[in-house]
T-cell receptor, first 115, second 113 residues
Framework: AQSVTQLDSHVSVSEGTPVLLRCNYSSSYSPSLFWYVQHPNKGLQLLLKYTSAATLVKGINGFEAEFKKSETSFHLTKPSAHMSDAAEYFCVVSGPWTNAGKSTFGDGTTLTVKP | GAVVSQHPSWVICKSGTSVKIECRSLDFQATTMFWYRQFPKQSLMLMATSNEGSKATYEQGVEKDKFLINHASLTLSTLTVTSAHPEDSSFYIC?????????FGSGTRLTVV
């Protein structure tokens, strides 16, 4: 069984300030974890993924996330927000690649960036 | 690489008609395709998992006779919403497993009037 909780439904930051989007997970296996971004009426774009390699994962557009097993967390960060970062962000957990590979999505966090 | 092309991007149909949504893997073979539904300002809910050449596996509460899934080839999976009603209006997204994770189609906005 697996689940994922995004701790904030909305996050608002000013342009140029740091971004922190929080995600906790639970999994019966060693999980694979992903962050996706979705702009309005668009599909999902992969920001970064963790699949049991380095615990600090760097993604696109300056985003990174750190896998902390002891805290069962996979928080997404960016040092300096840009207006174009305003979107919906989803934390996703999936089981081992050799299994069914079903993904469980968090409820999403809406990021607003103020000028 | 690893692109899934989803069509149409939006569709409006009358109640009682059927709508087919296609997802094609353009540069890889997708043995497994996932179909999701997303209501406004909500997360993605897995509807079903389709496997090439076999019957789809539906999640609990999803009517398999209403949401017909066909995965007849390694590059094409289709979702047909049969006898659509206004409550079926939603954003539908397909996804395929690739080595880097999952790649998603661009989504289909279905509006039933």
């Amino acid at each position: 069984a697996q689940s994922v909780t995004q701790l904030d439904s909305h996050v608002s930051v000013s342009e140029g300030t740091p971004v922190l989007l929080r995600c906790n997970y639970s999994s019966s296996y060693s999980p694979s974890l992903f962050w996706y971004v979705q702009h309005p009426n668009k599909g999902l774009q992969l920001l970064l993924k963790y699949t049991s390699a380095a615990t600090l994962v760097k993604g696109i557009n300056g985003f990174e996330a750190e896998f902390k097993k002891s805290e069962t967390s996979f928080h997404l960060t960016k040092p300096s927000a840009h207006m174009s970062d305003a979107a919906e962000y989803f934390c996703v957990v999936s089981g081992p690649w050799t299994n069914a590979g079903k993904s469980t999505f968090g409820d999403g966090t809406t990021l607003t960036v103020k000028p | 690489g690893a692109v899934v092309s989803q069509h149409p991007s939006w569709v409006i149909c009358k109640s009682g008609t059927s709508v087919k949504i296609e997802c094609r893997s353009l540069d890889f073979q997708a043995t497994t395709m996932f179909w999701y539904r997303q209501f406004p300002k909500q997360s993605l809910m897995l509807m079903a998992t389709s496997n090439e050449g076999s019957k789809a596996t539906y999640e609990q509460g999803v009517e398999k006779d209403k949401f017909l899934i066909n995965h007849a080839s390694l590059t094409l999976s289709t979702l047909t919403v049969t006898s659509a009603h206004p409550e079926d209006s939603s954003f539908y997204i397909c996804s395929a497993r690739v080595p880097s994770g999952y790649t998603f189609g661009s989504g289909t906005r279905l509006t039933v009037v």
